[in-house]
Each structure stands twice: as structure tokens, then as C-alpha cells.
């Protein structure tokens, strides 16, 4: 179960809570987040204790929840809307991502930056300075010159910066120069890393496994939000399945059945399972008539000499075309972009 405490808990308060839950056997975990402190009361049928704590002054109210994900279950929170200085994520708008796989020099990410932010008024770039790749001997972005030329963008363009961290080492680095923090289906499972975010300071955008269930990925949200940090953005980018026409296959499902469980954002990623450019407007129009709160798409000046990620990769003109068709389905569904 889940205790919501009243704003201005005192550090006492908390602590008498916390022995009180030990006394029973069980494990206290504080959760000090922006707007509220919670404390998980974890141990089996803790629920039959309620009584006890419903009666601690700092105690707002109990949640019980049987989903192994607690933090991140609808039944604990309707919806968050996560709000980076007024651009929001998870609210009637569909947040708007976009730009090119890796941060590879100011000149072209700068100019793709400036196409995009005219484009729908795109509120988020997207850039990576690490990027997971397959081989060690491919373009591994370029570190924290990377992260300079996205802040330079930042300040420019106004927009805010989506960029990925790979390692626990580069979280400080990303909070520093980003405004999300990026975390790639490579790592969904890592969760020294997911601990790491937790502790920070910005939202994070959680990528989902290729080959992980949709329980595995609300785990690993879990695993942010038990550090404090509940402003998460779920993304949807493709699984692996036996299908081989495309680089992964969307699933849209995901969109539908995670917003029924969850109170967090859900994106989508057109470009990774589409892998070719030609398939991402289709693939962008399913998810926002899915349901989806935002897309996540690769644009570059000129894709085809994208340092990576090219073929999926769209110009700014299709990336208008794929805005503006959006836009309808948006309207059709009460929406905007
Ligand atoms: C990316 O966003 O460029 C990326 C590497 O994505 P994913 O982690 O989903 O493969
Ligand atoms: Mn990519």
C-alpha cells in the first residue's frame, strides 16, 4: 500500500511512520518527489495494518494497490502531465519530438533544429551526443561537445532538449546540458541506471526493451519512480517479433493497455520500428489514433548523410507532411498538436 502524506510531513512524522512499518515487519521506502511525499509500505497483506496508519496525523490517505508496479499504477494517480516550463507531455496537446539520431557537428543539427521548431511549433529536440550502437566501430556520438551544441541549440531555438544517457556516469553530464533525459531500449533493463534517474532532477523518457513485456517496462518505470522521480514519459518504439519487412514491429497495442494501467505519458517512436522513412507517417498516424500523448521522430537537413539512423530518418518537408496528417487525426480525436 501506498501512504500519501499531507504537504509539510515533518521528518519525525516520517520517521515514526517508517518504525511504526518496521514494528509490523515490513519495508518502509520513502519517496520525497516534487509535489508529495509518499511512503511504499511493502510486505505481504500490509493492507490488513491500514488501521494503524490511517491514524498518523501526516497521513493523508491509503492506497492499496496489487500490481506489482505500485508508484506508476493508475490506481494510486489519474493521469500526470509531465510540464517542462509551460510545454507539457501527457496533456491534450500531442507533444512533439524530433530530430536526428546523433548530435553530429552545430552546423547541421543546428540547421535541422531550426526546420523542425517551424514545423507544428515542436516543442522538443532530440539529439543523441551517446548513442548504443551495435558495433564498437560505429559512430559513438560525440560525448558532451554533443551536449554543448544541444544547449546552444536550446538557447537559440527555444526548444527543449531530449538527449540520452547511457551509463550511470553520464546522468549528472545530461542533467547538466538536457531537459529530458533519455533512457534507450538497450537499458530499459538496467537498473543501476533507472536508480540513477530517479535521483534526477529532470523528467525522464523511458524507452521500452525490444524484447520486454509490457509488465517488465512498468517495472522499470517503477524503478525511477521508487527513487522520487515521477515524472516519467513512456515510449513505445517497436519490439522484436518474427515479422521482417520493418526493423521492429510497432506495437500499438502497448499504447492503449499501458494508459490503462498507468498514469504516466505514453509516446511513440514512428522511426525504429519503421526503419525505413517511407513507413513512419503510417506508423506516426496509428499511434496518435491510438492514443498516444507525443511522437518521437528522427529528422535531419539531409538523411541520407545522417552519421546514423539515416534510413528511417525523414527530411524536415516529410516531417511537415507527417505533422500536418497528424494534426487531423489529432482534431478528429479532441486533440491538437
Ligand atoms: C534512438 O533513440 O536513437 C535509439 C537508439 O533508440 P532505441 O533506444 O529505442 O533503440
Ligand atoms: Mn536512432
Keep these: ?107 547541421t543539427t543546428m540547421k535541422t533544429a531550426e526546420e523542425v521548431r517551424k514545423t507544428g511549433n515542436t516543442p522538443f529536440f532530440r539529439g543523441g551526443a551517446f548513442k548504443p550502437r551495435t558495433s564498437p566501430y560505429s559512430f559513438q556520438g560525440m560525448g558532451e561537445e554533443g551536449l554543448k551544441i544541444l544547449k546552444e541549440i536550446s538557447l ?89 519487412f520493418v526493423r521492429f514491429t510497432l506495437d500499438v497495442s502497448a499504447v492503449p493497455v499501458l494508459k490503462a494501467n498507468t498514469h504516466l505519458p505514453v509516446i511513440v517512436d514512428p522511426s525504429h520500428p519503421a526503419g525505413k522513412r517511407e513507413f513512419v507517417e503510417a506508423l506516426s498516424l496509428a499511434s496518435v489514433a491510438a492514443g498516444a500523448d507525443g511522437l518521437l521522430i528522427e529528422v535531419h537537413i539531409n538523411p541520407e548523410k545522417a552519421t546514423s539512423d539515416g534510413a528511417q530518418t525523414v527530411s524536415p518537408a516529410q516531417y511537415a507532411g507527417i505533422v500536418d496528417k497528424v494534426s487531423r487525426v489529432a482534431e478528429a480525436l479532441g486533440r491538437q498538436v
Design 156 to 244: 537559440k531555438t527555444g526548444m527543449k532538449i531530449v538527449t540520452e544517457a547511457m551509463d550511470v556516469r553520464q546522468v549528472e553530464l545530461v542533467e547538466q546540458y538536457g531537459d529530458i533525459l533519455q533512457v534507450g531500449a538497450r537499458n530499459m533493463q538496467n537498473f543501476e541506471l533507472l536508480k540513477e534517474c530517479g535521483k534526477a532532477k529532470i523528467p525522464v523518457l523511458l524507452k521500452r526493451g525490444f524484447s520486454n513485456t509490457v509488465t517488465e517496462f512498468l517495472m522499470s518505470a517503477e524503478y525511477v519512480a521508487s527513487e522520487g522521480n515521477t515524472d516519467i514519459i513512456l515510449c513505445e518504439r517497436g519490439i522484436r517479433t518474427f515479422s521482417d
Design 1 to 107: 500500500m501506498i501512504l500519501t502524506l499531507k504537504q509539510g510531513a515533518t521528518d519525525q512524522q516520517i520517521k515514526q511512520i517508517e518504525d511504526t512499518a518496521k514494528e509490523f515487519g515490513f519495508i518502509p521506502e520513502v519517496s520525497r518527489g516534487r509535489e508529495k511525499t509518499i511512503i511504499l509500505i511493502k510486505g505481504e497483506n500490509a493492507i490488513l495494518t491500514r488501521d494503524k496508519f490511517e491514524a498518523f496525523e501526516a497521513v493523508d490517505f491509503i492506497t492499496r494497490i496489487s500490481e506489482p508496479f505500485k508508484l506508476v499504477s493508475k490506481k494510486w494517480k489519474e493521469k500526470t502531465v509531465v510540464d517542462i516550463d509551460g510545454e507539457k507531455i501527457g496533456d491534450k496537446k500531442i507533444a512533439l519530438m524530433a530530430g536526428p539520431c546523433s548530435v553530429e557537428n552545430m552546423v
